[in-house]
Each structure stands twice: as structure tokens, then as C-alpha cells.
């Protein structure tokens, strides 16, 4: 066998195998002969990669199950909390720190202190030490992963601009964690992690094109399209929060006028009841505290706080406009620190859809708010680990 056809020899039965793991991954107990229907593999072929997987203890036989056409057959499964992933988020001014099993079911999670332009080397510090102790007393930790704002810079791993907190810039996320535990670390634009979260975990079932608009201290979006996420040639594809609504707009950090994110982001917001009366000391809470504020006002029936939040909701639709004329998504999934503003905020947002998108494309996508729990963006981090562990088992376990 030459080189190059064992190479992709390898790159296949890497390929099945991760497949393998997605199937058993999202449908829990299978028979053999179920996998191989399901994913056009002959039975041999099934039979071989299952037992390696067997072997190397990633998958375990489950015991007798109902078979097609009434006939027993043994079933194997992939035991999801047996492992563990440690998820890093990073916003301006927060960063947590959780473990999760590879369901995303929470295992701990801890908020390191707020951070400030002036305390981001310690706060990487206490980043790296709060993982090391995690690692020392849980050896089924697998693998780390990070969520960044975005722009992320894949390749130079910087993230290119994070208004109103431009410290972050100076920060080279791959040279300080990148090779810096004894587990891998994959770091991964926050959007992105919230679609990954989104397809491995929301209660409806994974959906192959997927839009994740993320309304936090900026505005995000991550998008799968075909079952393929989206990158762009740096990593910094889908920027949503940097398209301009109004070109003669509020000027942004990016260069560009009028950017989403100065209209809808957890910032924006917050800066906007900081110059009013409708929070009281909104000037003394952090951005996610004041926007949480104003939704409770709405909620409690403040006229002036119901009529912010639906101006909201309608940037927040002039975004959804975008993004269906763009990515033609099924689902478009709203979360984050702004996504609490709920029915009210949603409505609007709809509204706004109902009206400016051809009624073919408007009825073939979905809006909603979030299902995960509110730690989703955390959740999202952790996903990144996953998708690569089970996109690449290879490199987690003695499998080839
Ligand atoms: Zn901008």
C-alpha cells in the first residue's frame, strides 16, 4: 500500500469511526445491524470498528435488545457520562469555568472574579490554576473547550476586536492555553460554540442547518449549514453583530457605522440606561444585572420598560432579516444575557421578520428563544471539546 492510500485509508476509518460515535452519540443504545443500515456501512466493517471501540473501553455492549424483525441482537452504547470536558467562557468582563459530561450535563462550574482591562493577566492566571486543580482530581477529563468573542482570528488566535473591552486584543489565546495542560484545548469563537451547543443538545434534536444568534455583551451569530459550520477564510465568518443596520449610524470599534451590536447587545443597552431613569443605578450594575432589570420592569407591567424592550426585539429582528436572506437557515435559536427579555422581545423580533422577509423563506424558518439552561453559553464552550471528541476519537483514544 503506498503512503498517500494508507493516509486516506486512515482518514476513513477515522471517518466511520466518528460517525460511528455520532450515531450511538444521539440515538443511545443500537443494535450492529441498526449502525450499519443507518449509515450504509457493511456489517464487517461495523463489526471491526466497534470492536476497537469496545476494546479501547470508549463503547460498551449493553446486553440483549429488540432487533429488526423481532430478533435479538446485543446492543452497544456510548456511555456519555463517563467522560468529561472542562468549557472556558470568556465574555468582556466575565470569564466561568465549568466541567460537563458529554450529554452537557453540568458537573461544576465556577465565576471567576469580573474582569478589568487592568486584571486580564491575573484573571488568566487564576484560569489556568482553576484548571489544573479541576484536571488533578478528575482524571475522565478529556479535553478543554474555550469560547471566545468574536472576531476570532483562528490562525493567529486573537480575537481582532471586542468593543468596549479592547484589553482582550492583546492577548494570544493559543500561545497562552493552547499547549498548556496535559489535555488538548480547542478554542472556538463564542457564537459558534452556542451552535455547536445548540446541535449537540437542544431538546428538539440536532438540525443540519442552524442558525445561533447570540445576544450577550456583543452580538453573534454561528451558523451550520449542511451540517458543516462556518468558518470563512480567518475564522471570522458570520459577524453579525458588525453588520451595519443604518449606515449613518452609531460609530463602532470595529471601523464600520451603525454595527447591530451598538443597538441590541447586552452593552448597548445597558449604556442606554445608564443616560435614563427607567433602572435606577443602572450605572452601578454589571450589563447582564441591568439588563435583567429592565425585563423585570417589563414583566411587571412598566409601560416605558415594555416599550424598550420591543424596540429591542426589533434590531434584534432587523439581525434575523439578515441572517435568513444570508444563511437560509431552518432554525434560528436567540440566546444569551438579551434573550431574557422573552415573549415580549421574541414577538417583536418576528414582527419585524413577518414583515420584511419573502413569505416563502419567513415560513420555512423557525425563531425561538433557547431551550438549554441559562448557562448555555458556558454549555457551548464545553461543546467544543465534544465535537471534537467525537469528530476525531483517534485523538483521545488508542482507537486506529
Ligand atoms: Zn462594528
Known sequence: MSGVSHASQASISESNRSRILHYLYHEGVSSRAQIAKALGLTPAAITKITARLIEADVIQETGSIEGSKNRRSIG????????????????RSLVSVGVFDLDGNRVSLEQLPPVKESTIHRTLDSIRSTIEELLAHDDTIMAIGMAVPGPYLRSTGRTAVVSSMQGWRTINLREEFLHAFAVPVFIEQDARAGVLAQYLFDPAGPCDNLAYYLLGEGVGLGVIDGGHVINGAQGTATEIGHVSIDVHGRPCDCGNVGCLERYCSAVAIHEALCSGDLVPAAETMTHAQACAALFREACDGNGRAASMVKAIGEYVGYGCVTIINSFNPERIVIGDIVAQGGDLLLRAAQDVVDERVIPE???????????LPTDAAICGAASVAITQILNHPSTFFDVA
Do not use: Q
Open 361 to 371: 423563506l419567513r415560513s420555512a424558518t423557525s425563531i425561538t428563544i433557547s431551550a
Open 76 to 91: 452497544i452504547a456510548l456511555d456519555s457520562k463517563r467522560f468529561h470536558v472542562i468549557g472556558v467562557k470568556f465574555a
